[in-house]
């Protein structure tokens, strides 16, 4: 046992990570994110659209998502495109059965 | 746009995901799934010992952590012994930095 509670002191900052996790438990989140995930760079107009959602509600769960570590903005002009922000996000969206539309490529 | 609502509606249900991965949203939570991946067949009374917690607290996070799909149980006479309860559970803690003990193999 002492093995194991060494692991677990060694281990990283899991108040960080459960609430870095706690975000995704909303389905109208995890469908943003498999949705920048299946096509990245979407604006957060074509998120509203794609994910049947209000834009104000989107907008909200877009800032949640940017402030929480799982989404970055790139700014083209006056719009605004969204991407993974890094890979942890990308490997577990993959895991809970989150796909990329055919030809996109990771780009995190 | 079309596609990626299409792939949208076509996935999985991301309610129940969503509950799924609320459970995540705990840091003692995290620990005892963390302590189950390290040492398969671990039981609930060295989970509360080397997760520092008490053992009514334990209790209550694994009645939890096996209601939502992530733990599943063995018993071996009085011995309620853990394991990990699907695939899923397995490869998202390998994605978060949950580690094996060494020499510890996957049983699930």
Known sequence: MRATA????????????????SVLAD???LRILFA??????????????VTGALESTTSHALAL???SGWLRTEQDGRE????LADPLGHRILHEIGS????GVEHRT
């Open 36 to 49: 920048v995930h299946a096509h990245p760079g979407i604006r957060s107009s074509d998120l509203a659209r």
């Open 99 to 102: 796909s990329h539309l055919p």
């Open 80 to 83: 605004v495109h969204y991407q």
């Open 65 to 67: 998502l940017r402030g």
């Open 27 to 29: 389905p109208r989140r």
């Open 6 to 21: 060494q692991l677990l002191e060694d281990g990283q900052d899991l108040d960080l990570l459960a609430r870095r996790l």
